[in-house]
């Protein structure tokens, strides 16, 4: 059997408020679950807390995400500041003038 190779490059990753968009979720669910709380027992009397659960498992999943893409988010200003900070280190080792101190002088 032959390997499957791919036809082209896979497209670059979106970015976008992925930390506003995980915590929306998350309230998301759990305003979902507090919405069926109250309705506990008719979700009980046919066989359907599976439902009222799945919310609070989102929620509490949905925490777990928010910590992760935040810690993400930080990791990837962390590498663009050190990038920089590389960029500049060298444009002045190399005698080169960086944007800002053109614009002062």
Request: hydrophobic letters at 50%; a negative charge.
């Amino acid at each position: 059997m032959a390997k499957w190779e791919a036809k082209h490059e896979a497209p670059e990753p979106l970015e976008g408020p992925i930390v506003a968009t995980i915590t929306g979720g998350t309230i998301l669910w759990f305003v979902l679950f507090l919405v069926q709380v109250p309705f506990y027992g008719w979700f009980d009397d046919r066989d359907l807390t599976w439902w009222v659960w799945t919310c609070l498992a989102g929620a509490g999943l949905g925490l777990i995400g928010i910590w992760y893409v935040r810690g993400r988010d930080a990791a990837l200003k962390r590498h663009a500041a050190e990038q920089a900070a590389e960029e500049n280190a060298t444009q002045a080792a190399d005698g080169q003038q960086t944007p800002a101190e053109g614009a002062g002088a």
